[in-house]
């Protein structure tokens, strides 16, 4: 009876524990649709509040009241029309439809298709994947596609992209029935040509009558295209094959294929052609031989996407809004270890969503680069990305980080996370997250105020008054004296001007690089540290738009390193367009080098090392006060933030370790052996 009434009770246990756990499930859930329906809305709203001349603009072209398809002769007469005839033959019934109604319709029906194409995707997950995930991968497939560019591009121009990607997915995945297949992707390539290199792969998967659906459909609705418009076809078909010179210009950045990528170097004519011929026919050949082995290796949606890259590589012309196949290569898994696992799907996620210019500094060396970052990722995952085979021993399981054993600080709570990670992590990985994120700084630092207009000029006055009220009151307000003490002699003079210029990144950048490779454990420590109190800091910028003394008029402050300031034109030299003149409080000048600091000073060996770091934000604070560029107070804002981001690592990953990592050794002296744990 007692071992009867304790089994119920350990039953009951696990029961309540299983009923917790499918609860909150649920409600993740149903969180993940809500923010994936904020993003729907969030695009239907900057859509439809557009300026109507300026929305929709590829669709108005097609279908409006001046539109190729209402004036009579060809559709090419122009190049502005770009699809296949068969595509015009769709598109005209929708000439008859009223405007607007035709735009709301347009969009809203776009956003179904995404919506549709992201529960296809998440159900066509490769094994071991649960039911479970696979309901929760839904709402995060359907809100990367609405964050991503071509779906924002698509639904911005008005055009048709996500239907061909819908129609092969569903053909390849989503339906049963080879003529069924057949058909709909057929159907996607009468809409887009270079969607036939899908043949090919089910040919070599076994799936001949499906293939030859495939083909049997793109013939009969090509054919059917050519009855009804035999000049527009032969324009299409003959003069432009498959569209080749319809469209914008197709060495423009916007084309993302082998053919813009060549043009953009400066190749041209015959070498050009047949360099893109070759090339194309060695991307194809790899391509499809790789999705060939993932197809057969259970992965069928992997192999869909890099049949996609394929296309998007070897197309004439691949547009912004034509490259989603792209973003479905994120499904492929690469690295043996946990730490390398990540690389693939957040590069491919942000070459995605982010614009070039936030991955790559603007640096003329980089711009062929820059300018192909979607190419790259294409071709990478059609050719290169060793993806992993199923069979593999790291498919499920990769090689796990070390970890410290989760650590109760006196200060600390216990951290949510499964301990301190002590392994390096991925480098590329952490650069790529430094840029980006750095990028985004700038971007949300330029945009907290009004900048230099009228309106945030003033607020930044009134702000400046506030904080030079206060420094009096406690008198600290030595700007003006340090100021002019410092400009009257050259030698104190430049060496704060260079302090200032110089060693605000170099420092830390610095710091950084020799804690990667010495310290890794305490590197991820510092760089959280380090990139919360930043975060913190773009929140002050954002609500207390600061004036520093050198803009503020009738103190006499005079700026040492760019002159003197017309107030209602600053000038921050080349920087001046990039820069928001009114972030300073935090100062992220003196922050960043308190960092430094305290960084240098808890992790050197020797005391003259801990004394020249804590000497780093002495003479950075004396810097920017004597340069007329910070308030005192400014400072003190700078020292809140990095406490707080110190503060805050703590909370979320427990107290660093206290044991040192002796100079050169590895990362398992870092901490002590009774607080490692494996996995």
């Known amino acids: 009876m007692a ?58 072209t097609w279908v409006g009241p001046d539109g190729v398809l209402r004036v009579a002769g060809s559709l090419y007469d122009s190049t502005r029309f770009t699809g296949t005839p068969f595509g015009g033959l769709v598109l005209k019934p929708l000439t008859r439809s009223a405007e607007q109604a035709l735009g709301w319709g347009w969009t809203f029906g776009t956003l179904l298709l995404v919506v549709a194409l992201g529960l296809v995707t998440a159900r066509a997950l490769p094994p071991p994947v649960s039911r479970r995930a696979s309901l929760l991968a839904a709402p995060v497939a359907v ?9 924002r591009n698509a639904l ?119 360099l893109f011929l070759a090339l194309g026919a060695a991307v194809a050949f790899l391509g499809l031989r790789r999705a060939v082995r993932y197809a057969r290796d259970g992965q069928s949606l992997l192999a869909v996407a890099v049949t996609g890259c394929v296309v998007v590589a070897v197309s004439p012309a691949s547009w912004p809004h034509q490259l989603l196949w792209v973003l479905l290569a994120l499904v492929g898994r690469a690295g043996r270890k946990a730490s390398d696992r990540r690389v693939w799907p957040v590069a491919v996620v942000l ?13 003329p060396v980089l711009h062929p680069v820059r300018d192909d970052m979607v190419l790259i990722a294409a071709l990478a995952a059609a050719t290169a990305v060793p993806f992993l085979s199923r069979t593999s021993a790291y498919y499920r399981a990769p090689v796990p980080a070390e970890r410290a054993a ?76 340090a100021n002019h003490a410092v400009a009257k002699t050259a030698l104190p003079r430049d060496f704060f001007d260079f302090y200032y210029e110089s060693f605000h990144f170099g420092v830390p950048l610095t710091v950084l690089a020799v804690l990667y490779v010495r310290r890794p454990a305490d590197y991820r420590w510092a760089r959280s540290g380090l990139g919360l109190a930043t975060l913190l800091a773009l929140v002050g910028f954002w609500l207390y738009p600061l004036a520093p003394p050198r803009l503020m008029p009738g103190l006499g402050i005079v700026d040492t390193v760019h002159g003197v300031q017309d107030f209602s034109k600053p000038d921050y030299g080349v920087l001046t367009a990039l820069t928001n003149q009114y972030a300073a409080m935090p100062s992220l000048h003196f922050g960043w080098s308190l960092w430094c600091g305290l960084v240098i000073a808890v992790l050197a060996r020797g005391w003259w090392m801990k004394a020249l770091g804590l000497l780093h934000p002495l003479f950075t604070v004396a810097a920017i006060v004597a340069t007329g560029n910070h ?36 990362v398992a002296r870092t901490v002590p052996a009774r607080v490692r744990t494996p996995g």
């Open 631 to 666: 308030w005192i107070l400014d400072a003190f804002g700078g020292a809140a933030v990095v406490a707080a981001g110190f503060a805050l690592t703590g909370i979320l990953q427990g107290p660093r370790p206290r044991t040192p990592a002796p100079v050169g050794e590895g």
């Open 406 to 481: 989760p650590a109760r600080g006196k200060r600390f709570p216990r951290s949510p996370f499964p301990g301190r990670v002590l392994t390096r992590p991925n480098l590329l990985l952490e650069l790529l997250l430094i840029r980006v994120g750095y990028s985004a700084y700038q971007q949300v630092r330029l945009a907290a105020t009004g900048g230099t207009n009228t309106g945030g000029r003033a607020t930044a006055e009134h702000h400046g008054d506030q904080i030079l009220a206060v420094e009096r009151f406690l008198h600290l307000d030595i700007e003006r004296w």
């Open 351 to 363: 070459v995605m969503t982010l614009p070039a210019r936030m991955m790559l500094p603007n640096m």
């Open 143 to 151: 809100s990367l596609l609405m964050l991503s560019l071509p779906v």
């Open 3 to 60: 071992n009867m009434e304790h089994g119920g009770r350990a039953g009951d246990a696990f029961t309540g524990t299983a009923e917790i756990a499918r609860t909150r499930v649920r409600v993740l859930r149903v969180g993940l649709w809500v923010f994936a329906a904020l993003l729907a809305v969030r695009q239907v709203v900057a859509v439809l509040g557009t300026p109507r001349a300026e929305r929709l603009t590829d669709l108005e």
């Open 156 to 274: 911005y121009l008005g055009q048709t992209s996500v239907l061909p990607v819908l129609l092969v997915l569903l053909g390849c995945l989503g339906v049963r029935g080879e003529r069924a297949c057949g058909v709909l992707i057929g159907l996607a390539a009468a809409l887009q040509p270079t969607v036939l290199l899908f043949a090919p792969l089910l040919l070599l998967t076994g799936r001949r009558r499906t293939a030859a659906w495939t083909g049997i459909t793109f013939a009969a609705l090509t054919a059917l295209a050519w009855t009804a418009m035999p000049h527009d076809s032969t324009t299409y078909w003959v003069h432009h094959p498959a569209g080749v010179g319809l469209g914008g210009d197709a060495d423009g950045v916007a084309n993302q294929s082998l053919h813009g990528a060549l043009l953009r170097l400066g190749l041209t004519g015959p070498l050009e052609i047949g």
